[in-house]
């Protein structure tokens, strides 16, 4: 009789089990929705706001080089280099330009070939060095940009490759480009949620984005005329902007 009992049960005991988990596996899926629902990506809105800064440049760096081509022997044309690299720099700190801010950016020695009917002869060596001068406050300096471009070609420099120009402190251009764009952000985003009915939470994520002008005069690496007695070069006005996206929690 107690056999029977226990064999009568076992049915129970299955179906139990089984509602049992039904209802976990049921738990566990309203949980994960849940979790989707209420942590969606959707529940937040992004908002982009612009800031621009406009400024004069107060620095300029000129890239310029010296090329020597088919000079005999590798020695010749070191030395032909070298000495009017020397009276560049010279012609350079006669107008003032500091040591420091003159810098060598390339320096170079390689053989040259001609090809004739196909044939590769060689045709000597080329040496040649680029170098950049800083020019700060040139605005204050009476041209000193246009004199140093004559007065470097007269010297010896054959290859003008371009005038970059910018501003001393952009760090602090770029701080305060960055504000009046947090600022343009916020404000949208308030006209946004009030035109939309949202309720807006926190700021929960930002990125920014810098957008360098590009100040650059590119000389394209022309050669030089030695007649060049003075060379205008305006700088013009520069604007800082800088993007900010700011991503706000939807109540």
């Known amino acids: 009789m107690e056999q029977e009992t226990c064999c009568t049960n076992k049915p129970y005991k299955f179906i139990f089990k089984m509602t049992g988990i039904v209802l976990i596996a049921a738990v566990l899926i309203v949980a994960l929705v849940r979790d989707r629902i209420v942590n969606n990506q959707n529940w937040q809105v992004s908002v982009a706001g612009i800031g621009k800064v406009s400024y004069m ?48 950016q390339n320096y170079s020695l390689y053989p040259q070939y001609d090809y004739i009917d196909g044939v590769s002869k060689p045709a000597g060596y080329s040496a040649s060095q680029q170098v950049t001068v800083k020019i700060e406050k040139f605005a204050e300096k009476d041209n000193l940009v246009g004199r140093a471009i004559a007065e470097v070609t007269k010297a010896g420099v ?36 009030k035109n939309t009915g949202v309720r807006l939470g926190k700021i929960i994520g930002w990125w920014e984005n810098y957008y360098p002008v590009d100040s650059y005069m590119d000389g394209k690496g022309g050669m030089m005329n030695e007649g060049v007695s003075s060379a205008s070069v305006p700088s013009g006005q520069y604007e800082v902007t800088v993007e900010i996206n700011l991503n706000y929690k939807i109540k």
């Open 57 to 104: 440049p107060d620095v300029a760096k000129i890239n310029f080089g010296v090329q020597v081509d088919k000079a005999k022997s590798a020695e010749e044309a070191l030395n032909t280099l070298n000495a009017n690299i020397d009276k560049v720099m010279k012609a350079l700190t006669d107008l003032g330009i500091e040591q420091k801010n003159i810098t060598t």
């Open 158 to 193: 054959n290859q003008i490759n371009g005038i970059s120009f910018e501003a001393a402190d952009i760090e602090s251009l770029k701080t305060e480009a960055k504000q009046k764009a947090i600022a343009d952000a916020k404000e949208k985003a308030k006209v946004m949620a």
